[in-house]
């Protein structure tokens, strides 16, 4: 019953710009945090951004000032605006949302290259 659906992810020049989205439903949204997790071949999964249910944020440094976290709660929706897309934001973006369990969606291809 429980979803979470990223959408938004594609290709995109170095220097461009993205908007994911992740969807949820069966779980009450406003009552979880929500994390945006990336993954780039032969990696480990890369906490990216993290918004809490009183809307604080938190960023990796790799991403801090390029990307934004959001919510609208009305919309069981959670958005990670990128700007500035290096080569290196390259991966599967995953959308978890947690509160005593977690969820995870099942990730969106983000691709940056000339």
């Known amino acids: 019953q429980v979803q979470l659906v990223e959408s938004g992810g594609g290709s995109v020049q170095p220097g461009g710009s993205l908007t994911l989205s992740c969807a949820a439903s069966?779980?009450?949204?406003?009552?979880?945090?929500i994390k945006w997790y990336r993954q780039a071949p032969g990696k480990e999964r890369e906490l990216v951004a993290t918004?809490?249910?009183?809307?604080?944020?938190y960023y990796a440094d790799s991403v801090k000032g390029r990307f934004t976290i959001s919510r609208d709660n009305a919309k069981n929706t959670a958005y990670l605006q990128m700007n500035s897309l290096k080569p290196e934001d390259t991966a599967v973006y995953y959308c978890?949302?947690?509160?005593?369990?977690?969820?995870w969606g099942q990730g969106t291809q983000v691709t940056v290259s000339s």
């Open positions: 069966g779980i009450i949204f406003s009552t979880y945090t």
């Open positions: 918004i809490t249910t009183n809307d604080s944020t």
């Open positions: 978890y949302a947690t509160y005593w369990k977690g969820y």
